[in-house]
């Protein structure tokens, strides 16, 4: 175990007070990637979230460096009121991070730049979406269905995007449906994973505090 | 964090409807009293600094549910929890903002409106001591109440249930304050409870609202 | 033995069970018996004539709609710092009867206000503070309602029970700064010989034993129907993963 990796024991997550996924146990090295598989609502979504720390894990272990991850989920987080410049210049601050044009010639914005977030095209947002992750400088990128609504020549970049942050020593943590052509990957199914009633904290034999309620 | 004051300012700006409308709501609050209670100059004397405090506590109220609620429906509120800035800087961040684009054109424009309302000599200066000493908590309290709310379909409305009966010492000191300095009495006490109140609103709620959002966020 | 065992709901559930029906009936005792002695067998008040005798009522329920309150913040810290359900199930439990309370304080009081000062209102300090207590417990139970995540809805109403035990404080006594007013002082102090006669003060004892009785046993009920409603929520929701 290095301690630049992310690595997760037997970690399990749950939604609105219900498990949904224990035993979860993986690790994510530099330059690595892994792609959650899954169902819908098999809680690749609260797997992130509680990874990223929006939420407080039911059981298990999570450990990573300082201040590593960048999260990115359903919603991009863009002010339709501002503009592409000013939208990634306040993520830049908020991170501390310097200069942002190179991320706009990486993502292909620099002709937009000055464009009001709110007239680009769904695909050019989820662009900009990622281009924040960039700005942020972390190394850990955790990503929640990254290539929605992107097309075939969108997704080409982003999945340049994430070999250059890989090569660069990052790693990324993804949510996706489609094969991005990472020849780095690796594939997790969670499915396996699923929570099966009664066992975390309920039925009267794990928790014996609040069995009432599991 | 002064970056996100600054994009929350120029999103008031841009988008319409930070500074203009709480204003715009006080001038018709002020209008419409001296329609309901008549215009005989004495009466409105003597209630204008009730009024104008209720006036500028509404006017704020209007845009508490806009704090974060916009921020939390586009995502922003969760890249803001896991940024490398404390969440208690982020709401303070937005109390300020807020104070900035409602309760300070307030104290600018409210002495203005005790003209409508015949406030009389010292009156005038008092008020705008008062607000400028009182909205500040008013915003505090008001992004405690946003946060409560943040998650809700229909929080608006609970947000004033929640918020307003917060929001009575912080108006019974204020209001106080303006009536006793426009009878020439003693303004030292309700005053120094009000700057009181703001200031320990500012240092102690953000810890709360904080927390708050982290609930709403999980 | 550590007191938090009976934070455990299935514990809750088997000592509340057991102590209820002893509660309910010191409850019931303390009351008829309180009341009926407080009614029947005490002298008219010389000034006030046979309205006195509301005291009885109003301020045993006055004193609870405090009270109350008191216990959902303590019910909250617990909820706060330890996580026991049963606590924040509790303080739930306890803001509609705490409410109820304040209501009926406010009524007798109107209703003894009205022969006694001649209006059934007056913006009295003491009245205001309890129609903004009124307005605490409204906006706190509204906020459980609104939110359907057991855990997130405890989590905030404690917040909010907390942060607004300092503004209600704060706001007795800016009432109280805002206007003195009608009410006789303190007429329940330890001291009572001075206030109240022994005739009306002994009754009165009686009176508000059977207030906190029956308060505790609506709490107990309701916090049982709480714990059976949310184990009932987690079987189902067991139902469907199954």
Not at chain 1, 63 to 75: F, N
């Amino acid at each position: 175990m290095n301690a630049a990796d992310l690595t997760v024991t037997d970690l399990a997550v749950s939604r609105g007070g219900i498990p949904v996924l224990e035993g979860v146990s993986f690790t994510l090295s530099p330059g690595r990637a892994l792609v959650l598989r899954g169902p819908n609502g098999v809680g690749k979504t609260t797997l992130l979230r509680t990874l990223a720390g929006l939420q407080p894990p039911m059981a298990g272990d999570i450990s990573m460096p300082a201040d590593a991850i960048a999260y990115s989920g359903h919603a991009d987080g863009l002010k339709a009121t501002l503009s592409v410049t000013e939208n990634l210049g306040f993520w830049a601050a908020i991170y501390g991070t310097g200069g942002f044009d190179p991320v706009l010639e990486a993502m292909n914005l620099e002709a937009l730049c000055d464009r009001l977030a709110g007239s680009l095209s769904a695909g050019q947002k989820r662009r900009l979406g990622l281009a924040r992750l960039l700005v942020s400088g972390r190394p850990i990128w955790m990503l929640d269905e990254p290539t929605v609504s992107l097309d075939a020549a969108s997704v080409a970049l982003f999945a340049g995007a994430v070999r250059t942050h890989l090569a660069g020593g990052g790693a990324a943590l993804m949510a996706t449906h489609i094969d991005l052509g990472i020849a780095e990957a690796e594939v997790l199914d969670l499915a396996p994973f699923k929570a099966r009633p009664s066992t975390v904290g309920g039925g009267g034999r794990g928790r014996e505090f609040d069995e009432a309620f599991a | 964090m002064i970056a996100l004051l600054l994009r929350d300012l120029r999103l008031a700006i841009r988008a319409g409807g930070g500074f203009g409308l709480g204003l715009a709501f006080f001038l018709i609050v002020t209008v419409l009293v001296p329609f309901g209670v008549g215009p005989e100059g004495d009466t409105l004397a003597r209630i204008a600094p009730g009024i104008l405090w209720v006036g500028a506590l509404l006017a704020c109220l209007l845009s508490l549910d806009r704090i974060f609620a916009l921020d939390f429906e586009d995502g922003s509120l969760d890249l803001l929890a896991t940024a490398p800035i404390p969440l208690e800087a982020v709401v303070t961040m937005k109390a300020a903002a807020h104070w900035l684009t409602t309760g300070l054109p307030l104290v600018v424009a409210a002495p203005v409106f005790g003209v409508l309302l015949n406030l009389q000599g010292e009156g005038f200066f008092w008020l705008t001591v008062s607000l400028a000493l009182g909205t500040p908590a008013l915003s505090v309290i008001g992004t405690f109440g946003a946060a409560l709310t943040v998650g809700l379909k229909r929080g608006g409305l609970l947000l004033s249930l929640l918020v307003l009966p917060l929001y009575v010492p912080t108006l019974i000191f204020g209001a106080e304050t303006v009536r006793r300095g426009t009878e020439g009495m003693e303004t030292g006490a309700p005053l120094m409870l009000l700057a009181g109140i703001t200031a320990a609103s500012v240092a102690l709620l953000p810890f709360a609202s904080a927390a708050a959002i982290r609930v709403n966020l999980r | 033995m550590s007191i938090w065992e009976y934070a455990n709901p299935k514990k809750f559930m088997q000592t509340s069970a057991w102590a209820l029906p002893w509660v309910t009936g010191l409850a019931v005792i303390a009351l008829v018996g309180g009341l009926i002695w407080g009614f029947f067998f005490t002298p008219d008040d010389y000034k006030q004539g046979s309205t006195v005798k509301i005291i009885y009522i109003h301020v045993p329920s006055a004193m609870m709609a405090i009270n109350a309150w008191v216990m959902m913040l303590v019910a909250s810290l617990i909820w706060i710092i330890r996580r026991h359900h049963v606590s924040a199930l509790a303080a739930k439990a306890a803001a509609p009867i705490g409410m109820t309370m304040t209501l009926i304080a406010l009524f007798t009081g109107a209703i003894w206000g009205q022969p006694m000062w001649g209006t059934w209102w007056a913006w009295d300090p003491r009245l205001t503070s309890f129609l903004i207590l009124f307005l605490f417990y409204l906006g706190y139970i509204a906020l459980w309602e609104a939110i359907d995540d057991p855990d997130t809805a405890a989590d905030l109403t404690s917040v909010l029970c907390l942060v607004g035990s300092v503004f209600a404080l704060l706001s007795r006594y800016a009432v109280n700064f805002w206007n003195q007013g009608l009410h006789q002082d303190a007429s329940l102090s330890m001291d009572a010989e001075e206030n109240v006669a022994d005739v009306f003060w002994y009754p009165l004892l009686i009176c508000i034993a059977g207030f906190v009785l029956l308060f505790v046993t609506l709490v107990l009920i309701r916090t049982r129907t709480e714990i059976r409603s949310r184990r009932l929520k987690a079987l189902e929701a067991r139902e469907r993963m199954a």
